[in-house]
T-cell receptor
């Protein structure tokens, strides 16, 4: 089934540890995104990538890094996790359809708890 | 991007039409109206979008006023599985975004509760 796969589904992480959240899509979409969702704050964009080899900062990029070595994969890395990074993380992708007809496709999310 | 205003919550009886309003009075000519929904604990799901004409697909209908300052998402026969938070977003299409980005900004949305 075409879509986005995120891993792990959930994780409890000790503060100060490094963690990479994985995201893979099989739709050959050009653009990919990472959002975090916290109660009362909604979905906030962390980083995005318009195409393989390029990345950009979203609304809340501090403490996170991304890479886009190929079209399918867009990993999100927390270099040194802090408790404020406890959240649900969603990866998404979209096609660069110039008519705007393509919506986003989201993954099922990774629930991360930093203790 | 134009800002949107949606009611915080709404109820709808099962089997009836759910009409979710959205105000976007500062929308510009090249901005589309998008609707997404998020069922509890799942990732957001694309529903529909439009520019100025009314649109219909297998999930819903989108009615945009002639002045484009507001729109209504219609779920024709709401079921319990339609209980979710519904987000109305306005955004330029990829071709007009200058830097080529296509980021969506999610607000608080409307929590729709479908009642048996």
């Amino acid at each position: 089934i075409a879509g986005i796969t995120q891993a792990p589904t959930s994780q409890i992480l000790a503060a100060g540890r490094r963690m990479t959240l994985r995201c893979t899509q099989d739709m050959r979409h050009n653009a990919m995104y990472w959002y975090r969702q916290d109660l009362g704050l909604g979905l906030r964009l962390i980083h995005y990538s318009n195409t393989a080899g390029t990345t950009g900062k979203g609304e809340v990029p501090d403490g996170y890094s991304v890479s886009r070595a190929n079209t399918d994969d867009f990993p999100l890395t927390l270099a040194s996790a802090v408790p404020s990074q406890t959240s649900v993380y969603f990866c998404a992708s979209s096609d660069s359809d110039r008519t705007g007809k393509s919506g986003y496709t989201f993954g099922s999310g990774t629930r991360l708890t930093v203790v | 991007d134009a800002k949107t205003t949606q009611p915080t919550s709404m109820d709808c009886a099962e089997g009836r039409a759910a009409n979710l309003p959205c105000n976007h009075s500062t929308i510009s000519g090249n901005e589309y109206v998008y609707w997404y929904r998020q069922i509890h604990s799942q990732g957001p799901q694309y529903i529909i979008h439009g520019l100025k004409n009314n649109e219909t697909n297998e999930m819903a209908s989108l009615i945009i006023t002639e002045d484009r300052k507001s729109s209504t998402l219609i779920l024709p026969h709401a079921t319990l599985r339609d209980t979710a938070v519904y987000y109305c977003i306005v955004r330029v299409a990829w071709a007009y975004s200058g830097a080529g980005s296509y980021q969506l900004t999610f607000g608080k949305g409307t929590k729709l509760s479908v009642i048996p």
